[in-house]
Each structure stands twice: as structure tokens, then as C-alpha cells.
């Protein structure tokens, strides 16, 4: 048997924002207000959000050269060369029942785009998935956790109860959310081909975690 379990964070909107933001640490915060008022100085800082694709025809265009620019920088597989991955995002609005909406969004200085977000509404819960951003001259002012930040804002006032980071470790969603759990995947074997193919992924796994930590990652 192998098996893999996954963090899931999320932000439950329990209180009003200023409850939001005390839970937040002060450091954050105030770096974040820096980073809004160096942007300021370059121009008009907007957040936008969009309802659909004819509202922003070069919206995942622009995400994807961020994103396979982001690749390109960490050294990681681009999965977005494959077609289907890109098809997958601009056809997914084309099967969602009425409960679920893609949601568009973007922070722009003037008119150039510096951070962009994908995701997906339902009901009440919002699903914070494929976050991008500029990875040129506009990246060490945190274009990126900016944006995540008016999207809780813009999720609060919309009365959305929960913020859904969905899976993942990485830092920041320790600092944004409020909630965890771990969900857990296991797989059996049922004949020697399938006994011996978990053998090796389960291999695999074990070098992957020790090439994680020899590199410090």
C-alpha cells in the first residue's frame, strides 16, 4: 500500500475584517501597506475582477506567460506547454453548473498587469487556485501576496464564509489561514504488476524527499 496525505489550509470569515486583520501578524501587514504606497508612487494601483473571458480576452494568455516564466526562474516542470492544461482553464466555464463560477481577477499598475488570479466560486466558499505574477521589475514589491490580499477583502465583503487555499505547505497560507486539515490518499495493490509498481513509486517518493533535503527545500 502507498499512501500520500495532503494539508488543506483555509480562512473560515468568522468576524468582521478588523478581527481578520488582528489575527494576521503585524509585520505582514505593515509591509504590505509599504509595498502599496512604493507601488503608488509608479503609478495607479487598481484591483480588478472580471465575471467572464469577453470581459478580459487576454486574461489567460497573460497568466500563462507569467506562470511559464515563474517555471522558467524555479527550474520546474512548465505544464502549461501541454495544450490540454491550457484548454482545461478556458473550457472549464463552459461545463460549471450555475453554483459554480470561474472568477477572474488582477492587480494592475495604470494599465500594465502585475499580478493575475484564476479560481473558482462555489456558493459560498472561494477556491484560491492559480495565482500569477510579474516576474520582471514589479516582482520585490509582492504583487502577488497583494492581490491574495484583496481577494480575501473582496471575499469578506461579498459574504463568502470560507477562503479555500486547497492544498499545499507553503508558508504564506499558514499566515493567511485559519483552518487546516489533512486529507489522505491511499492505494492498494491487487496483483504482482501493482505490488511492484507501488514498490517504486514509493521509491521514488523517498528520493525525491531526500533531494529536498540535501538542497534545503
Keep these: 500500500m ?5 494539508r488543506l489550509a483555509s480562512h473560515v470569515f468568522d468576524n468582521g475584517w478588523s478581527e481578520f486583520q488582528a489575527g494576521i501578524p ?18 495607479n494601483l487598481k484591483f480588478n475582477f472580471f ?20 517555471y522558467v526562474q ?7 506547454e501541454s495544450k490540454d492544461h491550457q484548454d482545461f482553464y478556458s473550457k472549464l466555464p463552459l461545463i460549471l453548473d450555475s453554483k459554480t463560477k470561474v472568477h477572474r481577477s488582477s492587480l494592475t499598475l495604470d494599465d500594465e498587469v502585475i499580478a493575475l488570479h484564476w479560481g473558482v466560486t462555489y456558493l459560498k466558499t472561494f477556491y484560491y ?10 516582482s520585490k514589491y509582492s504583487p502577488g501576496k497583494l ?24 508558508p504564506y497560507k499558514k499566515i493567511w489561514s485559519n483552518r487546516s486539515f489533512l486529507l489522505y490518499e491511499s ?23 531526500i533531494i529536498k533535503k540535501l538542497l534545503g527545500k
Design 2 to 6: 502507498a499512501g500520500l496525505n495532503f
Design 26 to 43: 503585524k509585520k505582514v501587514l505593515a509591509d504590505s501597506v509599504r509595498q502599496r504606497k512604493r507601488l503608488a508612487e509608479h503609478g
Design 51 to 70: 465575471d467572464s473571458d469577453e470581459q478580459c480576452p487576454d486574461f489567460l494568455e497573460q497568466l500563462f506567460s507569467f506562470k511559464q516564466q515563474r
Design 74 to 80: 524555479m527550474g520546474v516542470k512548465n505544464f502549461l
Design 129 to 138: 487556485l492559480m495565482p500569477a505574477h510579474n516576474t520582471g521589475k514589479w
Design 147 to 170: 492581490l491574495l490580499e484583496d481577494l480575501l477583502k473582496w471575499s469578506h465583503d461579498n459574504q463568502f464564509t470560507i477562503f479555500d487555499f486547497t492544498g499545499g505547505e507553503e
Design 187 to 209: 492505494t492498494h495493490a491487487f496483483s504482482i504488476r501493482g505490488k511492484i509498481y507501488l514498490y517504486f513509486l514509493d521509491a521514488a517518493r523517498a528520493v525525491k524527499k
